[in-house]
């Protein structure tokens, strides 16, 4: 699971910055860290002049190593992974 948050006004955000935690893991009050980071928290207030590309680009940006993560702790392999034949044949 992956949690997107856009804080949208002119709130005080620092709950949901503090719940995105790109500075560390985050901890629970009894100091125990988080298993992984699945919060991605961006303010729609610095991206209401530019494209929605960048917004999309910024919300998104944290989801693909979020995956990445799941899979490696858990030791699953990607559904439609390819084989070791059609790797070869890519880099060709």
């Known amino acids: 699971m992956s949690i997107i948050i856009v804080g949208v006004g002119g709130a005080d955000f620092s709950a949901m910055e503090f719940l995105d935690s790109d500075s560390g893991a985050l901890r629970s009050r009894s100091g125990e860290a988080a298993i992984r980071d ?8 610095q991206f209401h002049k530019a494209p929605k590309e960048a ?15 799941y899979f490696s702790m858990y ?11 059609q790797e070869q044949q890519k880099q060709a």
């Open 38 to 45: 699945i919060v991605q928290f961006v303010p729609f207030r």
């Open 55 to 69: 917004l999309a680009q910024s919300v998104l940006a944290e989801v693909p190593q979020q995956v990445v993560s």
């Open 75 to 85: 030791k699953l392999q990607p559904p439609n992974k390819p084989s070791a034949k």
